[in-house]
């Protein structure tokens, strides 16, 4: 199976603290690297958590909050300055390409590489390639955010390897029999496709959510993702602020991820008050035992 992981490289809200970082990760699928949110010091701690950048080629922001792309100036220069040649796409809010223009432009930089910017769509795929889409969708926050979906697309069949030293199929047949196709032996017997191939693995699906307020409406989104990333800014007494600030709790992160029955539960984007956010674990464990939280620097395996 390719490997299909993410790294935490930040998962604090609002401002740094000694603890924790913004928002960054970065998803690993087979050897490409996409890197979702790059908030204040994001390169730092891919120094720190040797975490190359590399294979970058992909970059999304979620929404022009500071902690969430505060670092990305500061990347781009540092790539410029090694020499990258390579392409780097960014997919983020539309203001965020003048943004980056204008700071380019003031320092005389001239990038050594093409920077691409893509705005996001209201919602709907942004990216593809062969093995993996990632579509992007709204959330509920207090500028315009967005989350994201890395979906596997399905994987053809695969044939058996007793049927294959049996029957000898030929290249056309075996790519017919691995969409599907029966096997039709020269007596006109049909062999099902069920019996001579083997079910690939689910494809695997990873969902990215912050910054939002508590909304069903994403449920649609979410159900039966195997990871689901979503904030848990504030815990169970400070729901009133949460709403107020269109942010979520762990309980609400959990309820969320009951209901669209994901998998599993990352936890991050702890408020900088917490000075640890065991708490934030036990209140979503009560909602949805499957909860984890996020810790830097860590890799979760999908
Ligand atoms: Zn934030
Ligand atoms: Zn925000």
């Known amino acids: 199976m390719l490997d299909f992981s993410i790294t935490i490289l930040g998962n604090g809200s609002a401002v740094p603290t000694a ?3 913004p928002s960054a ?3 690993h699928y087979n050897q490409h690297r996409f890197l979702i949110d790059c908030g204040e010091g994001t390169q730092m701690q891919m120094i720190k958590y040797q975490v190359s950048y590399r294979n ?8 022009l909050h500071g902690d969430h792309y505060f670092g990305l100036i500061g990347l781009i220069s540092t790539l410029h300055l090694f020499g990258r040649e390579k392409p780097l796409h960014v997919y983020g809010p539309q203001p965020l390409e003048q ?25 709907g795929i942004i990216y593809e390639d062969g093995d993996l889409e990632v579509t992007c969708f709204p959330l509920n926050h207090r500028i315009p955010t967005w989350g994201f979906l890395f979906r596997e697309k399905p994987k053809e069949r695969n044939l058996r390897k007793d049927f294959v030293a049996k029957y000898h199929p030929g290249v056309a047949q075996m790519h017919q029999i691995k969409q599907g196709a029966d096997f039709v032996l020269p007596d006109g017997t049909a062999l099902p496709n069920r019996d001579i191939t083997k079910t690939p693995p689910k494809p695997r699906c990873y969902a990215f959510c912050s910054d939002t307020a508590y909304d069903e409406k994403l449920i649609p989104y979410l ?12 815990d169970d007494a400070m729901a009133d602020k949460a709403a107020e600030k269109y942010h979520s709790t762990a ?5 969320l991820a009951a209901r669209a029955k994901v998998d599993k539960l ?4 702890f408020s900088a008050r917490f000075s640890t956010p065991d708490h ?6 009560e909602v949805f035992p499957h909860t984890f939280l996020s810790v830097q620097g860590d890799t979760y395996a999908l």
Do not use: C
């Open 19 to 21: 603890w924790q970082n």
């Open 56 to 63: 970058l080629s992909h970059i999304f922001i979620s929404h």
């Open 99 to 123: 943004i980056l223009l204008m700071q380019l432009k003031a320092s005389d930089t001239r990038l050594k590489f093409p920077l691409l910017f893509h705005p996001m769509p209201a919602s």
């Open 266 to 269: 990352l936890l991050g984007h």
């Open 280 to 285: 934030l674990l036990k209140e979503a464990r």
């Open 251 to 255: 309980r609400q992160a959990a309820q």
């Open 223 to 234: 159900r039966g993702v195997d990871l689901l990333y979503h904030e848990a800014t504030f």
């Open 25 to 27: 990760q970065m998803l």
